[in-house]
Every structure is written in C-alpha cells, then in structure tokens.
C-alpha cells in the first residue's frame, strides 16, 4: 500500500491526505469542488507546521516535502490511476457515495481496496458486488493527523488479507485501528459522544447549567480519569458492586434523545454556527487556522503526556 488516492478534500480529506504522507506513502488528492482543492494546501500546511512544532513531525518536513508528497488532482480518473488504496471522503449523501462509488467501479484498478470515511451512513450497499471483495469503512476521526483511533469495519465478503494489510498499515503509522464486525451508525466512541451530546442539550436547554458550567463539570469532572481508566476500568476501580446497586436503585434515567435543542436552533439562526464562523456556544475571535493550531498544540501535549503515563485500560493496557 504506497499509492494512496483520496477523493474529497474537505474537513477530513485533507487531514487524512497528510497523515499517509507523513506515513511514507505517496497521495493524491482530489475534490469536485476546485476551490476546495486549492485551499487543502495551505490547511495540510499549516497542520503540518504544527505538528513540527510540537515534535509530531519529523522536523525536516517542509512545505516542499509535502508537496511532492501529496498531488492535487482535478478528475477522478487521474487521481486513482494506478492507485492500490482508496479513501472515500466526500459529502454524507447515499446519492452522492452512490454515483462514486459506481464511477470508481468503472476507473479504479481492479485490485483497489477503497475504503470509505462515512460516519452514519451504511455505505456497503452503495458499493458494486464486484468491489466488496477489496472494500471496507476506515473512519477517523477529526483531526485525524492527531486522533489515533480508526474504527476500521470490512464490508459484507471482504477479504481479511485486505483487512490486515490496511491495518498493518495504520499501526504503522501509530494509528489505533479498532475492527468492528459490522457497521453500526456512529461505531463505538461517537454513539458515547452522541449519548453525551444528548445529556448536555438536556441540561443546557432545562437550564440546569450553562454552556460553560457543563463544559467545566466535563474537563474537571469526568475528562481527567477518561484517558487513564476509560469507562471499564473505572467501573472496576468503582467497585462493581456499587455499579449494581446504582443500577437497581434506577437514581437517574437519560432522557430519550432530542431531535431539536431550542438553545442549538437559536444559535444556528444567529450564525454562530463554530469557531469558523467566529463564535457558537463561545465566542472565537481571531483567525481560525491559529485557533485549530491552538486546539493542536494542546492536544499534542496532552498526547506526549499520556503516553509517558500510560493507560490502565484497553488495548494499551500497561499496569
Ligand atoms: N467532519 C468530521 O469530523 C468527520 C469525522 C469522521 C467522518 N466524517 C465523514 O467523512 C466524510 C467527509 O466529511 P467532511 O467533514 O470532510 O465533509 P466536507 O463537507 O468538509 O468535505 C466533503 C468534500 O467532498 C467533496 N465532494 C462531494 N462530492 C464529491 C465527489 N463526487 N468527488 C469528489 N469530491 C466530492 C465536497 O466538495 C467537499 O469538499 C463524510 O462521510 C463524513 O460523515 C466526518
């Protein structure tokens, strides 16, 4: 797996783009919208430089190495030519993974393993019969040059020799590859976040504590222990017997899930729609590259300490 093509160079294609060039492999890039396209440089760019910066890259990475690395491509046709992987990262529409997948059918080298990004729609029956062999989800998770883990799921046939190598792959690129045994909308961490996400509309819209409030119940309260102990592990530090009788006592019922936030809708009506539009739930004044370049040099420091201290849970269990 050396010749990488990504279609889509939005929020995800171009991070995911950086990362298997920072992997050795040699990418090309592409997106329908040429704008799109033009501006994925100078974002692959500026997270480059970030992640030079904070030792997340190796140092002699330059703006020229990236560029010889990772080719921008106007048609689909050259961009997969010759290409033995593919990363489908395009807009969450069935009609639109439909028409590509069934354009990759048509242009993409036989043996192409293509491998899509989606994250709730269940992609593998927009996919040709004859491409199920070779295909797969990998999905990752934003910003992908920084977050490890990829939830990878092989569609219904593939074959497990393509499974391995794409996984091998991603380990060797100190990625996180977690394989699930079937799609499921949201895999595992993003049905926690949307439970999450949930709760905190709840909370946020019955007044119970702001924006700020919750958020500081989250990084003070839960987050701390989160990276260490994870869920199972904390259960296990908790006592299970406790977990019992919570769970018998019935304390606290979730609420069923909101199709509708008032606080969400009033912000969206007001344009702050996030940190690219200036403000959301917080105010963001200032350049947005320098803002994700703040959130990276944070996470690259929190990424360097926990590797040196270390889980007690899961895969990397190290106690
Ligand atoms: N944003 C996230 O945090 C995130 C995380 C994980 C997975 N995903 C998934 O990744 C995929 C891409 O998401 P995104 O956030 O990067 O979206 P995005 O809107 O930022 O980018 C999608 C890009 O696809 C391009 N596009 C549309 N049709 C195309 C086609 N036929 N050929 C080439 N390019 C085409 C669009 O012009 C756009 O630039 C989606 O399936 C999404 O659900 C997103």
Redesign the pocket.
């Known amino acids: 797996m050396s010749r990488i093509a990504v ?9 995911i783009a950086l990362v298997y060039a920072l992997g050795g492999h040699q990418v090309r890039l ?4 040429p704008d ?2 033009a501006r994925a440089q100078g974002l692959m760019e500026a997270a480059l430089a970030t992640l030079v910066a904070g030792g997340e890259a190796p140092a002699d990475w330059t703006s020229a190495h990236l560029a010889q690395a990772v080719t921008r491509h106007a048609t ?1 046709e050259e961009t997969v030519d010759g290409a033995e992987f593919i990363v ?5 529409t069935p009609e ?2 439909r ?2 997948f069934e ?1 990759l059918d048509r242009v993409a080298p036989a043996e192409a393993i293509i491998a ?6 269940d992609v593998f029956p927009l996919i040709p019969e004859r491409r199920q062999r070779r295909a797969m989800i990998t ?4 910003p ?1 040059y920084l977050v490890d883990l990829v939830d990878v799921i092989p569609a219904p046939g593939c074959d497990p020799a393509a499974l391995d190598a794409v996984e091998a792959a991603l380990k060797t690129m100190g990625k996180q590859p977690l394989r699930l045994s079937k799609f499921v909308p949201g895999y595992v961490a ?1 049905r926690i976040q949307a439970a999450i996400g949930a709760e905190v509309q709840h909370l946020l819209d019955e007044g119970v504590a702001s924006a700020a409030e919750i958020d500081a119940a989250i990084i003070h309260g839960l987050a701390l222990r989160l990276p260490i102990l994870a869920v199972f592990a904390k259960a296990d530090f908790t006592g299970l017997a406790l977990m019992q009788s919570v769970m018998r006592n019935g304390g606290y019922t979730p609420p069923p899930p909101r199709r509708q936030s008032a606080t969400l809708d009033a912000l969206v009506a007001q344009g702050r729609t996030g940190v690219l539009a200036g403000a959301g739930y917080y105010d963001w004044p200032g350049d947005p590259e320098k803002l994700f370049g703040a959130r990276d040099k944070r996470l690259i420091a929190l990424k360097r300490a926990m590797r040196q201290i270390g889980t007690m849970a899961g895969l990397e269990r190290d106690a």
């Not at 592409?30 to 919208?33: A, F």
């Not at 489908?88 to 969450?92: G, K, S």
């Not at 899509?116 to 729609?121: E, G, I, M, V, W």
């Open positions: 279609i889509g160079a939005g929020t995800m294609g171009h991070a592409t997106d329908s919208n799109t396209l689909l489908e990262a395009i807009i969450e639109a993974k028409a590509l354009q899509s990004n989606t994250s709730q729609l999905h990752w998770y934003t992908p993003n």
